[in-house]
């Protein structure tokens, strides 16, 4: 019997897309370590890995997802699944949510907002599958895809375009961003269609709805908002997808609330705003893209434009984080034009200071400083508590964007002074931010040779650290042995790596 290995067909379609690209076969290897680092996961492919799939075979579908998203990155064009040559199947592997889990297109893109809200919080459901694996990468392309078909006989603008100044509008690709649902949702059937399409749809109770119930919504969304800030996304994920369920079902019939539903859809929205929150601390990127989606789609519905500008600067500050600064900058614009001249005070500061921590990194000095000075008249005039739970804004956190932008421009001393000032007007209880703070300080500090003052930000880190569950908290911890080596014959470099190995060996560091 002839082996396995040699009944493969050549993978003539991978071949001549990664010549098109021009990547060797070790460079498409590290751009998909690349990209798989943007979900959480840590891939360890090498050309060998490439080769093998030249020949034919296939690894498992969320690695054929993130092949695709990196090959369209790289051409500038969709490239999808069934285009790599591998079937379209992925190969064979384990359904990650079981028999309710959805195909690699997941969520399907003919299912509403609420529905694929529902959909969103089944990662989030319960203990066994806090460390499934993201279903689908970050995509680029959900930022620039227009919102849904045109009338009948008309035609769709080229290249994703929604507006008369470019892609997507204002400020070039992703500026108007369409807040799609979570693959770039086209087109929405009737109502009476969608239930047939609802993934895991499940008949909705009709029930009376009333001012408790929308301020029950509220006061659900301060509370996990406050935890998230206090002791990371970790502890509060199941709960949180557990209450958004459950509104989300009780929100799926259209006649449903009365009255009272567009207050619980933009309270739905927020709420969406804060799971993707918690995927995004986790550094499952995938899931928390969709999430804010859903959240700015779910504003729209509810008559909420101030909640689709948060939306938008919460898309442009994970796309910061991920390195896609063009990207961030055209949704930090669109955040900022799309904001109804009402909005509260400190929601606006939050929304310009997202400008000018985009533009900073975009390189324009002018455009950010006159940004951030926009965040400070906004911030002389908000609300002493800071807000709502979603855009609420307090001086700690502005001072903290102030570093970030100061940063961005090459001033490190700069950038010291703010997070020093951000950490002294930080709430002590606020133990997540306070951490994330410390390690980024920590990190200026070194950049600038201060060794003791770094280390000794780290240790305050590392102790607050132990009391949160926080992903990007756990990323940060992991940077300090490579970037504290060069130092490591110094006392101060030694106490520091004992402590962070100590943690990491015990289970306090989480």
């Known amino acids: 019997m002839r082996s396995a290995s040699r009944t493969r067909t050549p993978n003539d379609a991978l071949r001549a897309l990664l ?201 659900h969304a301060y509370f996990f908002a406050e935890q998230a800030d206090r002791r990371g996304g970790g502890h509060i994920r199941a709960p949180l997808a557990a209450y958004v369920s459950g509104l989300a079902r009780r929100l799926r019939d259209p006649e449903a609330a009365g009255p009272y539903r567009g207050e619980l859809l933009s309270g739905a929205a927020r709420l969406s705003y804060l799971l993707a929150r918690v995927y995004a601390d986790e550094q499952r990127h995938g899931l928390a893209q969709r999430a804010f989606l859903t959240s700015g789609e779910l504003a729209e519905e509810a008559g909420d434009p101030a909640g689709s500008a948060l939306a938008r600067r919460a898309l442009s500050t994970q796309a910061h984080e991920l390195g896609h600064h063009r990207h961030s900058l055209a949704l930090a614009e669109a955040a900022c034009e799309t904001a109804p001249p009402d909005t509260e005070p400190s929601a606006r500061a939050f929304l310009y200071a997202g400008l000018a921590v985009a533009a900073a990194d975009g390189g324009g000095r002018a455009d950010a400083l006159a940004a951030l000075r926009r965040a400070e008249q906004s911030m002389a005039h908000a609300d002493a508590l800071g807000g709502g739970p979603v855009g609420g804004y307090q001086e700690a956190a502005l001072q903290y964007q102030t570093g970030q932008v100061r940063a961005g421009l090459g001033d490190r001393s700069g950038a010291i002074r703010e997070l020093r000032a951000s950490l002294r007007s930080r709430p002590v209880d606020e133990r997540r931010a306070r951490a994330l703070s410390h390690a980024e300080l920590a990190e200026l500090l070194l950049s600038c040779g201060r060794l003791e003052e770094a280390c000794a930000s780290w240790e305050v880190f590392l102790e607050d650290c132990s009391m949160v569950r926080s992903g990007r908290a756990r990323r940060a911890r992991a940077r300090i042995p490579v970037l504290i080596r060069p130092y490591r014959r110094e006392e101060c470099a030694q106490a520091l790596m004992a402590r962070s190995g100590a943690l990491a060996g015990n289970g306090g560091f989480q």
Do not use: I
């Not at 070790?26 to 751009?31: C, G, L, S, T, V």
């Not at 769709?156 to 949702?185: I, M, Q, S």
């Not at 009476?192 to 749809?201: D, I, L, T, Y």
């Open 19 to 219: 010549e098109e690209s021009g990547w060797t076969q070790a460079a498409f290897a590290r751009a998909l370590a690349r990209l798989g680092a943007e979900t959480g996961a840590h891939l360890h492919y090498d050309r060998t890995s490439v080769a093998h799939w030249l020949r034919g075979s296939r690894p498992g579908p969320a690695v054929q997802r993130l092949m695709a998203e990196a090959l369209s990155r790289r051409l500038r064009r969709p490239v999808t699944v069934a285009d790599l040559g591998m079937g379209g199947t992925g190969g064979p592997g384990r359904r990650p949510y079981g028999r309710t889990a959805a195909p690699p297109d997941w969520p399907d893109p003919r299912v509403r907002a609420l529905d694929t809200l529902a959909a969103l919080t089944a990662p989030a459901a319960g203990p066994s599958r806090a460390h499934a694996k993201t279903p689908a990468p970050y995509r680029l392309t959900l930022l620039t895809e227009p919102k849904s078909v045109p009338p009948e006989g008309k035609s769709v603008p080229p290249e994703g375009r929604t507006g008369p100044k470019g892609p997507a509008g204002p400020g070039g690709p992703a500026g108007n961003a369409a807040l799609t649902g979570p693959e770039g949702v086209r087109g929405r059937p009737a109502p009476a269609q969608r239930a047939e399409h609802a993934q895991g749809a499940q008949p909705t109770e009709r029930a009376d709805c009333g001012p408790a119930d929308v301020a029950s919504v509220r006061a």
